[in-house]
Each structure stands twice: as structure tokens, then as C-alpha cells.
């Protein structure tokens, strides 16, 4: 006889099936990636997990874990995607190996493992590189370069140079630049003109990866995985701000929907915020948090020196989250005023 | 008739598994050759045995006595002889012994006189004390004797009497036969309580998957004449939990530091109903019990069945089927194994579950805590079970308590969501077991202090007064020496002399008094040494103190030798 506890009974649900869900939200935002801006994300994907699930075996092996139940977890395989559909597509193999293995190594294990990484790890991943390699971190292929797949496997393998011509910046980091440069005597609807590098709303093929991950967010938030709090908040956060500085002044400011469509915003609302590791876990404590980081990282996107700005938003958002948690706690039953 | 209810959060949807055992109609099990009653089957204190081996008893005979308020009396469920009182292993988890009356059947069932009452005509402490003397408990499981809550409290007026019949726990159906079969019963005992407490309304919650139920008891409700409200509530677990229940039919949130009458509110389940009213009208008092058999089994169903009938022989009535690994007594969100197919039925035991691996498969491994809050969203006491687990984890208990440990009603829905398959209601029992032992042991220390600072009180009193005593002496020899100035009446001089020893005996009844009470303090306050034995242990001590009183005897001749190795005992027992 197995000894079991009560209740006799469970949901069929574990870490694993979590996991594998957000993995399947991902996919949309992923198949848009790879189709309109080349194959060389899916490379960059398949990197990353060999980096995370390696480290994560390392790490598991050095500390006598059983490798089994935590390397089937995907824990390890959620952080990697993330990494890699948060650095350029055409960065060299060895960064996002750096990236990955720092993420997986001390972001998560040198803290304690599944569960008690103060940070998120992917972010960490991404401010760690952006710090240290900023100019290999800020060069992304422009839409228009319709680099084959070879192409693209001999840069990120370093097997060609590394030509300006198939590096460039972020629409949100163009946009940045333009007006910069331009001083007083451009728009943004002037910046945003070029049809090249932007589409409708906001980058031009951008818009369209970052309506797949908002479709995914939808489907985790209809799957129960995810809760609303956390991305409203965020994407409130960023529409409040972004919404008055336009409305202040349209030719120098974007509008909210470019930034909600541009850079990390879609990611980072349904799938860096949602973190339940690193985020806060009271219902006002998960407003709190969301609503300051889509401020925060408008603020460093926009008047920021980093192209975007969500990581950084997160990780100071992530050191907030015990304080926040203990001033939010929710009345219990009985206990309502 | 429009109830508008109101929700609680949190809560679960397990599969519900009751279709099996809701087939046949509730069957009379078999009287057993030998029936093991243990006197302690409810909340409170333990009953005293009434009767001796040897002694012949008739069905519904008292054979343990309420030993005080909180506390009900337990009877002989049939007619037999009593072949032992004795400790027989009790259906608990732990598996451990508890005192218990084992009765030999004679197959007669011969009652012994039964008195009916009007209730009305009674005085309600009347009618409680009936109750008590009739072993009526809560029968939902909780068992917590019904005459101590059918007081209402003298400030708040009762307002809403709840009724649960909701019975959330999945495979569970024993009261679901029982409204369907005795509706009427039910709702002349709820009368019954309606007549004691007095409340406004008179709310019976049944989860609507019992259509039947309902319908019945709202069919016997119009037989009687009665105005009391029979609402079918969302079935939800934990639904038909005391306080969730509440919170559906009234509104009202009872917190775990509050008593429902101080809401002007309170609940009984509609078996306990049944019970009280046969109690009552027919002076039977608790000596049987439906209970579901269901789980891996080749006939689910109801039985009424005898306290004391041995597991092993209810179980045998189902017939459980071959790959059967365990029964669980109870439901399967908050039942337990059964240790050992000895223990008997008693009130407490509902359901019993016969368990497969395929029914119930082994967890899962447990893995860390991603702090998803699916338990936060699943408690219906709306708590943070996640950050609870952490602080049992690390036994920072304080930080537990002030995170509401004790408002948790160990309904396990945080464990049945938990992804990381984490037992989050054993780290909870551990945690308040643990906060109860420390507090006792802090109790006791307490207690010891207070003896102690109450002696050297009581030493440093004596000293003074022997200091006074002799001074008083003193002076008194010093007026004798001195001649008398002048022929005074020898009265006066005389009479301060019995005065003395007047004020010399009272002083010593004083601290005669002062000892005995320090005495009582201390046995008071040490009962645990000799609190629970086992029969064995207390016969072993008396013979043991039949050998030490030829010695005492002896010793008290030397009564300084004495006091100085009774000294020297306190010193080691420190």
C-alpha cells in the first residue's frame, strides 16, 4: 500500500504540465517571428535549450538532485525560449550560451533551484549581455534583408563577417534615434512613415510577432495558467504613460499602441511579468507589480540608453516583490471590514 | 420561493462519485457476534464506564456516563453481556488504543425501557441534558456534542438556524439516503433545535447534484406544516463545510476566532437532526449510524449499522474487490487510511472507501513550490497556503499564526490544485500540532514558576512570623521579669494568653490552608503524569503504591528523613 495523505484525490496538474502549456503559447508569437524575420530564431531557440537543459543538468548533478523530474519540468526550456526570442536573432552562438548559462547557473540554481530564484532568470539572461555586449545586443536584422536561412546559420555561427548591412536596430530603437537626431525638426509620423521599418501600428513585422504572443497570453489566460492581474496592469501601465505623453505631444511621443506593439511589451505582459517564481502573489500585490513595470519600462524604453526597457523594469520590480507581498496581503474569510 | 445566496471562494470540483452507492435503498447490517464501543466517540471529555465485565446490558443502556458538559454519553448498541472494558485500537489514523466496552451479543435486541418526551413541555436545559444523556453529536464527522450548541448566546439574537445537508465530500451519500428515506425525521428534529434556539428563519442547504433530496425534504417539510427553507446550493467542495455553508445560505463569515450563536447563527447537520429527534420522541438513544460503503467495491450502498460493529465485518458487506489496497474512513478529500479493520464503527464514521490503486494512485513526487497561488485561489478561507508552507517548512510558527494557520479548516483543496503535488494540509497539521505542544510545555513552565515564586513567598512569610513569634515571646518573658508596680486585676494579664494561642492556631490553619491549596495547585497543574494511562499501567501503580504504604507508614516516624527525600525527589524531577 502507497502511503498517501489526503485529500486521496488531485487535479491533474504538475510543474510540467504548466510549463509545457506556456511553451505552447509561445508557439504563435514564434511561427510569426520565423516567418517574417528569417529562421534564424528557431536556431537561436534550439541553442538555448541545449544551453539551459546542459546547465540544468550540471547543476542538478552537482547538487545529487534527481535529473529526471527536473529536467522533464520545463522550467529550464520555458527560461531558454525566453532568452532566446528576447536577443537578436542574429547574435553570434556563444552569447546566447553565455546568456543561458548565466540564467540557468546563478539566476536560478546559485539561488536555490525551481521555486526560489528571486529573478527572473530569463531577464537576468538579457540584462547580464546587454551590460556586457551592448553593441552584439543591439544589432537586429532588418525586415527588409531577406537573408536565407544559410545566410543567417553562417552569421550566427560566426562563419561570415559580421555585415552592417544585415544588422540594424529595433524599430523602437530606430524610432528613438530619428527623433534624437532630428532634433525638434522631425515626427514621429514622419519617422514612422518609412514603410521599410514600420507597418501599421507599430515595427513593421514586429507588430504582427507581437500580435502572436498576445494571442497566446489570451490562450494561457483561458487555460486558467495565467491570471489577468498581472498583464492588465502591465499593459495599463505602459498605455497610462504612454497615452499622456502622446496626447502632451503626438510629434514627439509614440502613441500607446506602437509601444504596446513594439520591442518586449507583448512578451513581457504575458510571459515575463506572469513569472510566479519571481512576481508578487497577492491579487493587489500583482497590480502593484504589473502596473510599475509597464511604467518602468516605458520610462527606461524612452528616455532610457537601453533600446528596450522590460528586463530591467522586471528585475527592479522582482526586488520589490517581498515588501509589496507583505503589504497586500488579502483580509481572510471572517476577517472582511 | 427565491433564497438569494451568496458565494465563498475558493473551493474545488472534484469528480463526485456518488452515483454507485445511491442505487439501493439503506440496508440493515447484521447485528456482529461482538461489539467494541469505545466510551470516547466525541468531542470533549472522556465518558466514564458505567458498567463491569460481567454485567449483562440491553440495547440503549448508558454504558459510559458524560463525565461533563462538553462531553455526550455512549450506549449499548444491542443486548448482550459485557466481556471486557478494556483498550481495543480505535478508528483513528494513529491506530492507538482507546478505552472500550466489548459487548458479546445475544442476538434478543432487547431494549431497555424507552421514555418519550414532549420537548415543548420540558425546560430547554431539559431537553439538553436528554441529549447529552443520549449520545446525539454532530454526525457530519465533526462529532462535537449537540446540546452545547443548542444555547444561544444572551447578547446577539439567533437569526438563522443552518441546517447541512449539502454533504460535499465526493463518494459520500449517507445523508443523502437519509433525506431521501426519513425526510420527515429529519425535519422533526430540526423542529426540535428550531424550538430550542429560537431563530428567525430555518435555512436547510442541500448541494443540488441530491435533486432527490431535496425534493423530499421539501416534501416533508409542507407534511408538517413547517416554514423552514429547504435551498439546493451550488455544488462546490467544500460547500457543506459548517462555515462555508453558512456563508452561502446567510452571507455571514464566521471567523475561526468567533462562535457561530455570536453571529446568531448555528448548524447542525441533518443526521444529527434525526438522531436528536429519536432521542426525544422515542427515547433511542445514538447507537447506530448510516454509513456509505462505496470505493472498489461490489456493492455500494448505505447501511445502518451499530456503533461498535468491527470494520472488518461492514466491509465484508460490500464486498470489496480483489486488487483493494485500503480503506479510508470518511471522504477522500479528508478521510484517512484506516490502520487496522479491528477498530469499530463509531459515530464519526460516515463513509468508508474502499481504495485501489486506480482509485486513488500514488502522488505524484512532490516538487518545489513555483508560488503559482493556485492554492491561494482554491482556499475557501481565503488564505496564502503557499506562504504558510514556507513557514511551516521552516518552522518559523510565529510567522504561521500571524499568516491565520488557525483559520485553515484542513479541507485540502490547496493540496488537490497544487501542481507541485506539495501535502500542504500535512505541513498545516504539523504546524499547529507542533504551536499546541510548545504551548502547553510553555504552559507548564508557567505553572512552575507560579509554584515556585508562591513558595518562596510562602517561606519568606513563615520566617517573619516565626521573627514576630519570637519577638513577641521575648517580650513578653522581659513584662514577666519585671515585678508588677501595683496589685492590677490578674484579668488582664490573663487574657492576653488565649489570645495568643487563638492568633497561633490561626496562623497555623493558615498555612495549613496555604499547603493544602499549594497541594491542589500542583495537582492541578501536573495532571499529565498520570493522566492516560492504560489499564495495565493504572493497576501496575496501585499495587505498586499497596507495596509503598507499609513504608510510608515507617517513614512517618521520621518525618525530617521524609521531607528531606521528598527535597531531594522535587530536586531530580527538576
Redesign the interface.
Known amino acids: 500500500m502507497d502511503f498517501i495523505t489526503p485529500p486521496y484525490l488531485t487535479q491533474n496538474v504538475s510543474v510540467r504540465r504548466v510549463m509545457l502549456q506556456v511553451l505552447a503559447a509561445l508557439i504563435p508569437g514564434i511561427a510569426a517571428y520565423a516567418w517574417l524575420l528569417g529562421p534564424a530564431v528557431l536556431m537561436q531557440i534550439a541553442i538555448a535549450t541545449a544551453t539551459a537543459l546542459l546547465a540544468e543538468a550540471a547543476m542538478l548533478k552537482l547538487q545529487d538532485k534527481p535529473l529526471g523530474p527536473f529536467l522533464g519540468d520545463g522550467s529550464a526550456i520555458v527560461t531558454a525560449w525566453l532568452i532566446a526570442l528576447a536577443f537578436p536573432p542574429l547574435a553570434p552562438w556563444w552569447l546566447i550560451v553565455v546568456g543561458t548559462a548565466f540564467a540557468i547557473v546563478v539566476a536560478k540554481h546559485l539561488y536555490g533551484g525551481l521555486g526560489q530564484n528571486p529573478f527572473n532568470p530569463a531577464m537576468i539572461a538579457f540584462a547580464v549581455c546587454i551590460v556586457s555586449f551592448p553593441a552584439l545586443m543591439s544589432q537586429w536584422p532588418p525586415i527588409n534583408a531577406q537573408a536565407n536561412f544559410v545566410d543567417q546559420l553562417a552569421l550566427v555561427f560566426g562563419q561570415s563577417p559580421r555585415l552592417d548591412a544585415l544588422s540594424g536596430a529595433t524599430p523602437l530603437d530606430a524610432l528613438k534615434t530619428a527623433l534624437k537626431l532630428g532634433e525638434g525638426s522631425t515626427s514621429v509620423a514622419t519617422v514612422t512613415a518609412d514603410a521599410a521599418v514600420f507597418g501599421r501600428i507599430a515595427g513593421h513585422g514586429w507588430e504582427w510577432v507581437a500580435a502572436g504572443y498576445l494571442l497566446g497570453g489570451i490562450w494561457l489566460w483561458g487555460r486558467k495558467v495565467i491570471g489577468w492581474h498581472v498583464s492588465m496592469s502591465f499593459l495599463a501601465g505602459m498605455t497610462l504613460i504612454s497615452g499622456a505623453l502622446w496626447l502632451w505631444n503626438p510629434a514627439h511621443f509614440a502613441n500607446p499602441l506602437f509601444h504596446l506593439f513594439s520591442g518586449g511589451s507583448m512578451l513581457g505582459a504575458f510571459f515575463i511579468v506572469t513569472d510566479p517564481v519571481s512576481g508578487c502573489t497577492t491579487p493587489r500585490g500583482k497590480l502593484i507589480f504589473g502596473f510599475s513595470a509597464g511604467l518602468l519600462a516605458y520610462l527606461i524604453r524612452v528616455f532610457g540608453g537601453y533600446p528596450d526597457g522590460v528586463a530591467f523594469a522586471v528585475l527592479l520590480l522582482n526586488l520589490c516583490v517581498p515588501i509589496i507581498d507583505l503589504y497586500t496581503q488579502p483580509p481572510i474569510f471572517g476577517m472582511k471590514k | 420561493m427565491l433564497q438569494r445566496l451568496f458565494k465563498?471562494?475558493g473551493g474545488?470540483k472534484?469528480?463526485t462519485n456518488k452515483a454507485p452507492s445511491v442505487q439501493a435503498p439503506i440496508r440493515i447490517a447484521p447485528i456482529p457476534p461482538r461489539l467494541v464501543v469505545p466510551l470516547h466517540q466525541s468531542i470533549g471529555g472522556q465518558p466514564t464506564p458505567l458498567v463491569e465485565v460481567g454485567d449483562r446490558v440491553l440495547k440503549g443502556q448508558r454504558i459510559g456516563a458524560a463525565d461533563k458538559w462538553v462531553s455526550a454519553a455512549v450506549h449499548a448498541p444491542t443486548s448482550g453481556t459485557v466481556i471486557a472494558v478494556e483498550e481495543r485500537v480505535a478508528a483513528h489514523p494513529s491506530g492507538l488504543p482507546t478505552l472500550s466496552v466489548v459487548i458479546e451479543t445475544d442476538g434478543q435486541d432487547a431494549w431497555i425501557e424507552r421514555h418519550s418526551f414532549d420537548h415543548a413541555s420540558l425546560e430547554p436545559e431539559r431537553v439538553r441534558e436528554i441529549l447529552r444523556d443520549s449520545g446525539v453529536v454532530g454526525l457530519g464527522g465533526a462529532v462535537f456534542p449537540s446540546h452545547v450548541k443548542l444555547t444561544p448566546a444572551a447578547s446577539v439574537p439567533m437569526d438563522e438556524l443552518v441546517i447541512n445537508g449539502a454533504e460535499c465530500e465526493?463518494f459520500m451519500t449517507c445523508d443523502d439516503l437519509l433525506m431521501r428515506e426519513r425526510a420527515e425525521g429529519i425535519v422533526r428534529g430540526v423542529a426540535i433545535f428550531r424550538d430550542l434556539l429560537r431563530p428567525k428563519r430555518v435555512l436547510i442547504g442541500i448541494e443540488d447534484n441530491k435533486p432527490e433530496a431535496v425534493a423530499a425534504m421539501q416534501a416533508a417539510v409542507e407534511a408538517l406544516g413547517e416554514n423552514f427553507e429547504v435551498v439546493a446550493v451550488p455544488t462546490r467542495y467544500p460547500a457543506g463545510g459548517a462555515?462555508q455553508l453558512i456563508?452561502v445560505l446567510t452571507g455571514k463569515?464566521?471567523?475561526?476566532?468567533?462562535r457561530s450563536p455570536e453571529m446568531g447563527v448555528q448548524c447542525f447537520n441533518v443526521a444529527t437532526a434525526y438522531s436528536a429527534w429519536r432521542a426525544i420522541a422515542f427515547g433511542e438513544p445514538v447507537i447506530s449510524r448510516i454509513v456509505t460503503l462505496t470505493g472498489n467495491v461490489e456493492q455500494p450502498g448505505n447501511w445502518e449499522i451499530l456503533l461498535g460493529t468491527p470494520m472488518q465485518e461492514v466491509i465484508a458487506l460490500a464486498g470489496p474487490k480483489a486488487d483493494t489496497?485500503?480503506f479510508?474512513m470518511g471522504g477522500?478529500?479528508?478521510?484517512?487510511?484506516l490502520p487496522d479493520l479491528s477498530a469499530p464503527v463509531v459515530k464519526a464514521t460516515n463513509c468508508i472507501?474502499a481504495?485501489s490503486?486506480a482509485l486513488?494512485p500514488?502522488?505524484?513526487?512532490e516538487?518545489?513550490?513555483?508560488?503559482?497561488?493556485?492554492c491561494?485561489l482554491a482556499c475557501?478561507?481565503?488564505?496564502?497556503p503557499?506562504?504558510l508552507y514556507w513557514f511551516s517548512r521552516s518552522r518559523n510558527f510565529g510567522k504561521a499564526q500571524e499568516?491565520?494557520l488557525f483559520?485553515c479548516i484542513e479541507c485540502?483543496c490547496c493540496?488537490?490544485?497544487?501542481?507541485?503535488?506539495i501535502?500542504l494540509?500535512?505541513y498545516f497539521r504539523f504546524a499547529k500540532s507542533e504551536i499546541w505542544s510548545r504551548e502547553r510545555d510553555k504552559n507548564m513552565a508557567d505553572a512552575a514558576k507560579a509554584r515556585f515564586e508562591f513558595r518562596n513567598e510562602r517561606d519568606e512569610r513563615e520566617k517573619a512570623e516565626k521573627a514576630e513569634r519570637l519577638a513577641k515571646a521575648a517580650a513578653a518573658k522581659a513584662a514577666e521579669k519585671k515585678p508588677a508596680p501595683a496589685e492590677t486585676p490578674p484579668a488582664p494579664a490573663e487574657a492576653p494568653a488565649p489570645q495568643t494561642v487563638d492568633a497561633e492556631a490561626a496562623k497555623k490553619a493558615a498555612i495549613a490552608a496555604a499547603m493544602e491549596r499549594a497541594r491542589l495547585q500542583r495537582e492541578a497543574a501536573q495532571p499529565k503524569n498520570t493522566d492516560g494511562l492504560t489499564i495495565a499501567q493504572r493497576k501496575e501503580i496501585a499495587e505498586i503504591e499497596k507495596r509503598r504504604a507499609p513504608l510510608q507508614a515507617q517513614q512517618q516516624t521520621t518525618p525530617n528523613a521524609d521531607a528531606a527525600q521528598t527535597q531531594n525527589s522535587q530536586k531530580d524531577q527538576q
Not at chain 2, 362 to 365: D, I, L
Not at chain 2, 415 to 421: A, F, N
Open positions: 465563498f471562494k474545488v472534484p469528480a465526493p462555515k456563508r463569515e464566521v471567523p475561526a476566532s468567533k489496497n485500503r479510508v477522500p478529500m479528508m478521510g484517512f487510511d472507501i481504495g490503486p486513488f500514488p502522488p505524484a513526487p516538487m518545489p513550490c513555483i508560488r503559482c497561488g493556485a491561494a475557501p478561507h481565503e488564505l496564502q503557499f506562504e499568516y491565520n483559520d485540502g493540496s488537490y490544485v497544487c501542481p507541485s503535488h501535502p494540509v500535512q
